[in-house]
């Protein structure tokens, strides 16, 4: 089990920046990649970012250059961030925050979600 908290959300005027943060706990050992996904109403959940272990990203085309996912390791918990720049009104979603890992000989495989932030950015 891994429980995931998200902050950070809030209201924004268009071009400003925002950090939104994911606190990890529980089984983080077995975290292989983690994510920012996005829905915004009328919509499907897309993909913003993830990262891996190895540290490598991805990102979506509509936030390339503007935004940047990070990781960072605390004995208990994982910290993961995305840093929001240049923010556009049709960035406008709830944001949620993924941990992820495959099957292994002895568990299972784990997919989790944090509970999401409102990002509101105002034109």
């Known amino acids: 089990q891994v429980q995931l908290v998200e902050s950070g959300g809030g209201l924004v005027q268009a071009g400003g920046s925002l950090r939104l943060s994911c606190a990890a706990s529980?089984?983080?050992?077995?975290?292989?990649?983690m994510a920012w996904y996005r829905q915004a109403p009328g919509n499907q959940r897309e993909l913003v970012a993830h990262?891996?272990?190895?540290?490598?990203?991805?990102?979506a085309d509509s936030v390339k250059g503007r935004f940047t996912i990070s990781r960072a390791n605390a004995k208990n918990t994982v910290y993961l961030y995305l840093q929001m720049n240049s923010l556009k009104p049709e960035d406008t979603a709830v944001y949620y925050c993924?941990?992820?890992?495959?099957?292994?000989?002895?568990?299972?495989?784990?997919?989790?979600w944090g509970q999401g932030t409102q990002v509101t950015v105002s034109s």
């Open positions: 993924n941990a992820a890992w495959p099957p292994a000989t002895w568990y299972r495989g784990g997919n989790y």
């Open positions: 990262i891996v272990n190895d540290g490598s990203t991805n990102y």
């Open positions: 529980g089984t983080i050992s077995r975290i292989s990649t």
